[in-house]
């Protein structure tokens, strides 16, 4: 939905820029994206970024011009150990200094559940809701949380699984350095299997738990170690973050950033929404966690 992908004659995309998801102007933006490329690119899992569009008249938001990836959607659960690889191999790469991703998770969770109250939703979810936002007030942010390199729109929907078996994370616009256990949430909850039509899945606990001991076995020890104990309270607090960022989509993002967007992959995203915001739906996916 934030953009737009061209093929080139060269071989390579043009990955074409319609707007910022974590609130960035057209410049900085287009320059965070190049350095996660770049950054992302030793793990051997992520396109190699090949160059730049700036933005102008006629491409407001820029493009990254990045190496295509012959690849097919994903086919779960067949392909969660591939998946796992991947994420393995990106956060096995340097980190930079960042905030504690735990207060950072809550922050972003508090700036967006205002949208709560303003997306119609029914007494039942409502209750729901407000139940994780008084546990997120009350979370430990100790012990201090691994900080890696990580992907943080990591839902199956963004890779790409090569002629090998090879998994590929595609989108990296929201990478960053934080907290290696809310990607693995990210790839595994119920909002993320079902998010992408052609990676439709609902996931057994057995396939998850397989999917998080893969990640264990190809990660850094020492990454794996200081990660496990967040493994439980990052799911219930990406799933709150996903939540929360889907109430600001049903209040405000159909209308402002629906601007060339397939109607049937907006027709797509509400149904999902919907569904993710049915009290049953909402039972059972607390009922998981």
């Known amino acids: 939905m934030a953009h737009a992908h061209f093929r080139l004659p060269s071989g390579a995309l043009a990955r074409g820029l319609r707007w910022s998801q974590i609130g960035l102007d ?10 996660a490329f770049t950054r992302a690119a030793p793990s051997g899992h992520t396109p190699n970024l090949l160059g730049t569009l700036e933005p102008g008249p006629d491409l ?18 067949q392909d969660f150990p591939a998946i796992a690889i ?21 922050q972003v969770i508090e700036r967006q559940a205002p949208y709560f109250a303003k ?11 407000e139940a994780e936002l008084e546990w997120v007030r009350i979370l430990p942010t100790t012990p201090a949380p691994p900080i890696t390199l990580v992907g943080t729109d990591t839902h199956p929907g963004n890779f790409l699984i090569d002629t090998e078996g090879k998994a590929w994370f595609v989108d990296l616009e929201k990478a960053t350095d934080g907290l290696p ?9 119920y909002t993320s299997t079902t998010w992408d039509p052609d990676v439709a899945a609902v996931l057994s606990p057995a396939e998850t738990a397989s999917f998080y001991e893969t990640w264990s076995q190809n990660a850094p020890p020492a990454v794996v170690e200081s990660t496990r104990p967040w493994f439980t309270p990052a799911r219930r607090l990406t799933w709150l973050r996903t939540l929360s960022w889907m109430a600001r989509w049903k209040v405000e993002g159909s209308t402002t950033h629906s601007a060339g967007v397939d109607p049937r992959t907006l ?10 915001f049915d009290p049953d739906t909402i039972a059972r996916v607390r009922a998981t966690l």
């Open 26 to 35: 057209a410049s900085a933006n287009l320059a965070h994206q190049a350095t």
């Open 119 to 129: 997306a119609n939703l029914s007494p039942e979810t409502l209750a729901h809701l």
């Open 181 to 189: 256990a809310i990607d693995l949430a990210h790839a595994t909850l």
């Open 86 to 106: 991947a994420l393995a191999a990106i956060h096995a790469l340097p980190s930079e200094p960042a905030p504690n991703p735990i207060t950072s998770t809550v």
């Open 60 to 77: 407001p938001m820029g493009a990254l011009l990045v190496e295509e990836i012959n690849g097919r959607p994903p086919r779960l659960s």
């Open 267 to 276: 027709t797509h995203v509400q149904a999902r929404i919907a569904d993710f």
